[in-house]
């Protein structure tokens, strides 16, 4: 079974490389398959010989020698499951890369840090150069098809190839009749409505997956359902080159949008929170305390600390009024709460965000929210980790 995934894991630098090239072309290009470094991007691997990681792995980007040129294991998230062959193979997710190496051929590296196993893509481009030039895809199917097991890893595959539309077609169906009295009669007109995209360039290894994607179940382009099945035929391969040029025309429906998002990789979100909950002035915290599942950036904004529905205190980062360390927030409160009351507290927007452009946000009053209350008993008579007590 050949492996129709766009980014391709071999066991080999050798067999990485080799993309199915005519052996006469002398002059090549291997830099279809451009990734933008600040979107997410999700393939299922569909290796003959099985992989897995364990949740041992590291990634790496490569020169086409092998040579280590940044390490992005942070910003890729794996799954592994079991495909309909038995084989183990994995879902991988890459997240905001944050790196951009031009027009340069680069090869992803995943490495088992148990063993030392290891697996290379097949050449893409890692760049936001030529942007406008390039066009996502993101699709699906609900079956084994063509090896992978969408019925089991369920879920969307996405890549950006460097193809860019071009113009807008329309085609338009209707039915013609004849009336008794010989009156020709047009019945309503039925548009559809098209999309056509172009490359200027394409190898072989991307045409073949590309028509293999044009076939998927559900497959959204640039955000915008594709309702029709394409097969493109290939063009004449230019001089002594591995490419050849190949445009193709696409139905569309406006009314069906699509916004890529994460499926492997955990939102950012707030594991710990204090004060939380119900508590007496004399047993009130003196800080703010909130715990992330990773490490954040403290950016521009706000924390609002709300009392009986009103505001009633605001903690911007450039006054010193907050510090964060690591996953940790600490807002120093000490003093400011000497009345009783319902208090919450919400969050700006894209004030804390992860390495990967993660952001949270808390705009009601329950998700961090606490009351100040007279104690119920007194600290003398009861274990005050029992009772509210004064």
């Known amino acids: 079974?050949?492996?129709?995934?766009?980014?391709?894991?071999?066991?080999?630098?050798?067999?990485?490389?080799?993309?199915?090239?005519?052996?006469?072309?002398?002059?090549?290009?291997?830099?279809?398959?451009?990734?933008?470094?600040?979107?997410?991007?999700?393939?299922?691997?569909?290796?003959?010989?099985?992989?897995?990681?364990?949740?041992?792995?590291?990634?790496?980007?490569?020169?086409?020698?092998?040579?280590?040129?940044?390490?992005?294991?942070?910003?890729?998230?794996?799954?592994?499951?079991?495909?309909?062959?038995?084989?183990?193979?994995?879902?991988?997710?890459?997240?905001?890369?944050?790196?951009?190496?031009?027009?340069?051929?680069?090869?992803?590296?995943?490495?088992?840090?148990?063993?030392?196993?290891?697996?290379?893509?097949?050449?893409?481009?890692?760049?936001?150069?030529?942007?406008?030039?390039?066009?996502?895809?993101?699709?699906?199917?609900?079956?084994?098809?063509?090896?992978?097991?969408?019925?089991?890893?369920?879920?969307?595959?996405?890549?950006?190839?460097?193809?860019?539309?071009?113009?807008?077609?329309?085609?338009?169906?209707?039915?013609?009749?004849?009336?008794?009295?010989g009156n020709k009669v047009t019945s309503r007109l039925i548009q559809t409505d098209y999309h056509k995209f172009v490359f200027d360039k394409i190898d072989s290894f991307t045409y073949q997956r590309l028509n293999k994607l044009l076939t998927n179940s559900v497959i959204y382009v640039n955000g915008v359902r594709m309702t029709d099945k394409v097969v493109s035929n290939s063009g004449d391969r230019v001089g002594d080159t591995n490419w050849f040029s190949l445009d193709f025309k696409i139905a569309i429906n406006y009314n069906e949008q699509f916004t890529p998002t994460t499926q492997i990789f955990e939102p950012l979100e707030l594991l710990e929170k204090s004060p939380l909950g119900n508590y007496t002035l004399s047993g009130l915290p003196i800080e703010i305390i909130g715990t992330f599942n990773r490490n954040v950036n403290l950016n521009n904004g706000n924390v609002y600390l709300y009392k009986d529905n009103v505001l009633f205190e605001t903690y911007a980062n450039d006054n010193g009024a907050l510090t964060v360390i690591d996953n940790v927030l600490y807002i120093n409160i000490e003093g400011i709460i000497t009345e009783n009351g319902s208090y919450y507290i919400n969050i700006d927007s894209g004030m804390f965000t992860d390495n990967l452009g993660n952001t949270i946000e808390i705009t009601n009053t329950t998700d961090w929210a606490f009351e100040v209350l007279d104690g119920e008993f007194s600290a003398t008579d009861f274990d005050n980790t029992e009772f509210l007590t004064n």
């Open 1 to 181: 079974m050949v492996d129709y995934s766009f980014i391709r894991l071999s066991t080999t630098l050798q067999k990485a490389l080799t993309l199915g090239d005519s052996p006469v072309s002398t002059i090549f290009v291997s830099d279809i398959i451009q990734l933008l470094p600040n979107e997410v991007y999700l393939q299922i691997s569909n290796t003959p010989d099985g992989i897995a990681f364990d949740g041992n792995y590291q990634v790496l980007v490569t020169d086409c020698e092998g040579n280590q040129l940044a390490n992005i294991t942070s910003n890729v998230a794996i799954e592994q499951f079991t495909d309909n062959q038995g084989l183990p193979q994995i879902k991988f997710e890459l997240l905001n890369l944050g790196v951009d190496f031009y027009k340069k051929t680069v090869l992803l590296k995943f490495v088992h840090t148990v063993s030392n196993a290891f697996w290379y893509s097949n050449p893409i481009c890692i760049t936001s150069y030529r942007s406008n030039y390039t066009t996502r895809f993101d699709y699906r199917s609900y079956k084994d098809f063509y090896g992978t097991a969408y019925n089991i890893a369920d879920c969307y595959q996405s890549i950006r190839l460097a193809c860019f539309f071009d113009l807008p077609d329309a085609e338009s169906s209707s039915e013609e009749y004849t009336q008794i009295d």
